[in-house]
């Protein structure tokens, strides 16, 4: 049976099917997915110059359907074929993928969709032989246990999930220099004064003729300059780069991660409370799936919706799927509260690969 077949056939006994478009809106991914995917998805425009663009990824049209309609929660199944410009590799490949939207009960939920992956791969005949997780949560306590300025500490958590990104950033961090004011922009940032950054920005790109959709939003813009002023102003001290960097090379057994993070808060004055309780309750939900489990502290997602455990399956070094929770997205896509979010996709190019 043709791995797709069997991948989509599995996942839909566990979650309702459902369609999307190839052709989407463009603005919800370029508001909301972040710098890497702005640079990589296809824009067209419709006849009535709706800025438009080829389906980048599944998740984000799936959540807006939801938002959009009366359901207190959802549990679908997607496959199809994606489109990204990526440098040495084809422009558009195929996926497979569920999303669990609406669960209370976060930490089953977790376990089920890392345990449907699992279970998906195993049905097609390419079961992962190793998996990793990590948790996003866990990382934003230890930035705020630190005490950081909060656009030092944005930043670290915009950047967690890119390994050479926040490499990069910490070892600025760790020699930084403060600068002086060049412009009104560089005052207005090194102030804090994100209104009015805002204002300027957008009075710029209008006298430059650019629109405010045009790449970066006035709001990131500033946002963006304010974190980089507060950054240039600021040096770690040597024991918080310690904890960040010990923190990140944690990695371990899943089953042994509970008692590893309980001695590292300890260590360093941290604690881990409710986050870490949700995180061991999860991990003994995953203890019997037969399948090599992880922890790496350090395994995140770069993009700012994204709230709890991640998760990464490999095949023969190949990373085959992953997938994690995302509470923050269906706020951003207008939802008048938190919706609780998980899901995953599988690659089905590289699950070829990987025979």
């Known amino acids: ?29 370029l508001e909301t997915a972040g710098e890497d995917m702005r640079r990589r998805i296809f824009i067209t425009e419709s006849g009535s110059g709706e800025t438009l663009c080829l389906r980048p990824e599944f998740t984000i049209p799936i959540c807006m359907n939801f ?38 009960d976060t930490t089953a939920a977790d376990a089920d969709a890392l345990r449907d992956m699992l279970a998906a791969l195993d049905a097609a ?14 990382f934003a306590v230890v930035v705020e246990g630190l005490g950081l300025p909060a656009g030092v500490g944005d930043r670290l958590l915009r950047s967690f999930g890119a390994p050479n ?11 930084a220099t403060p600068v002086r004011n060049k412009n009104d922009e560089d005052r207005l940032a090194r102030d804090g004064n994100k209104a009015a950054l805002e ?21 990131d813009i500033a946002r963006r300059m304010i974190e980089r002023a507060a950054i240039a102003g600021f040096s770690l001290e040597a024991d918080q780069l310690s904890v960040l960097r010990g923190f990140l090379n944690l990695r371990c057994p899943l089953g042994e991660a509970k008692d590893q993070l309980s001695a590292f808060g300890a260590k360093n004055n941290l604690d881990f409370g409710d986050t870490l309780s949700a995180f061991a309750d999860r991990a003994a939900q995953l203890s019997d799936t037969g399948t090599t489990l ?36 269906c706020s951003l896509l207008g939802a008048d509260a938190t919706v609780p979010a998980v899901g995953f996709s599988i690659a089905l190019d590289r699950l070829e690969d990987a025979a």
């Open 294 to 329: 992880t922890y790496r502290a350090s395994l995140g997602r770069n993009l700012g919706y994204y709230t709890g455990m991640v998760f990464e399956a490999s095949r023969g070094g190949v990373l085959i799927g992953g997938g994690g929770r995302y509470d923050g997205l």
């Open 165 to 175: 990104q926040l490499a990069a950033l910490l070892d600025k961090l760790s020699a």
């Open 199 to 219: 204002a300027l920005v957008r009075e710029r790109m209008a006298a430059a003729n650019l629109s405010p959709k045009a790449g970066r939003s006035p709001e």
């Open 125 to 138: 005949g390419r079961a992962a032989d190793e998996v990793e997780l990590g948790d996003q949560a866990l």
């Open 1 to 29: 049976m043709p791995l797709f077949t069997a991948l989509s056939d599995h996942l839909a006994a566990v979650a309702s099917p459902v369609d999307v478009a190839i052709l989407q809106p463009a603005d919800p991914f």
């Open 67 to 104: 938002v959009a309609s009366d359901e207190a929660a959802r549990r679908c199944s997607y496959g199809g074929t994606v489109f990204r410009q990526s440098r040495g590799s084809a422009a558009e490949f195929r996926q497979v993928g569920m999303e669990d939207l609406g669960r209370t």
